[in-house]
């Protein structure tokens, strides 16, 4: 696998994986984090524009795998029902999504992101329960709920490199 910065020419992947990803997080229940359309195409636009999409390749160069990742404070991080582990610079891992053809993912892009800041932030819905796995699986604290700019809960997590 190989992560690089998305580009324009790949928003059409980074469609498809996200309608995958919201048709799986449904069949587990979670229909409702996501909605219908969620992220936006515009949205993918902006974090393109701003340098934090990145996509996931399989080895013959197929894009099988999005993120944004970003680098210092988070809006919707500012304020927490409960307490993060430090108050140190931080990363955040927002709209991971892949489209199931290659497992491992989550963790490939975890350790990429680590490495990037050895101090991670991240939330998801509370009826996420496959990310919920994996954030338990990959050594995340939880550290509390976060609320998205539209109001509705997230657990937050946080992990260090160690």
């Not at 690089?4 to 984090?33: K, T, V």
């Not at 080895?59 to 582990?85: K, N, R």
Request: hydrophobic letters at 35%.
């Amino acid at each position: 696998m190989n992560i690089r910065r998305a580009e324009h020419s790949d928003i059409e992947s980074m469609l498809r994986i996200f309608a995958h990803a919201r048709e799986f997080m449904a069949s587990y229940g979670n229909d409702s984090q996501w909605g219908s359309d969620y992220p936006s195409r515009e949205l993918i636009q902006h974090d393109i524009a701003e340098g934090n999409a990145f996509v996931v390749e399989k080895e013959d160069g197929v894009v099988c795998a999005t993120f944004c990742h970003i680098i210092g404070d988070d809006a919707t991080y500012q304020t927490i029902e409960g307490e993060w582990l430090n108050d140190n610079p931080y990363g955040t891992i927002h709209r991971i999504a892949s489209d199931g053809t290659m497992q491992g993912v989550f963790r490939y892009v975890l350790r990429w992101a680590l490495h990037r800041c050895p101090n991670l932030r991240i939330d998801t819905h509370n009826d996420n329960l496959p990310m919920l796995h994996l954030l338990n699986k990959e050594g995340f604290t939880h550290c509390g709920v976060i609320y998205c700019h539209n109001g509705t809960p997230r657990e937050a997590f946080q992990k260090e490199a160690v």
